[in-house]
């Protein structure tokens, strides 16, 4: 992420107060912040910044194309070290594309085996971004639903000869706003 999407998903407000928590903060312009705020992130995980040019960088930059986890090809038509958009969209691919792909899997999963043998009693009510939104019709199954739903979405998934997955959280409410997390 560079500093303008960092500064709209913020909000220059929340960045205002930032600055204002850290004393004697040397920055004192919005921006200058901001790329501060962000080179962090590699002074904390430096094997990140070296894997991505290392192996992946390189491999774009030779042939154009990456291939994610799930065999899913993607051509890139730039300079990854020329345009800087072509480089961003080379960063975000990898675990966009397989978070996408992994909760599609899922949302088919509980599809069939939840929602057809429900006969109306849980239904799926849309899928934004990385979430499942379901609805339970009836109350004293809930905990059923909830569990099985949870468990309908660990797909797990061998990358580079190990086992990943991705952590599942699940929050129930009858608000969208005022959902609690289910442990």
Known sequence: MGPQPFIDTATPRRIYNAMKLIPNNPHRNI???VKYLLSLYHKDFPAVRKYWKEQVSDV???????????GWTRYFFG??????????????????????DLINRSYLRIYLELVL???GEFRLKAQIHDSIVAQIKNNERKTYYQQRMKQLMDVPLMVHGREMRIPTDLKVGSIWGKMEKLS
């Open 117 to 119: 043998p429900s006969n």
């Open 60 to 70: 774009i930059q030779l042939t154009h194309k990456t291939v994610s986890p799930l």
């Open 31 to 33: 921006e200058t912040f």
């Open 79 to 100: 300079d990854i070290n020329k345009q800087h958009a072509v480089f961003r969209s080379a960063v975000a691919h990898q675990s966009q594309n397989l978070s996408v």
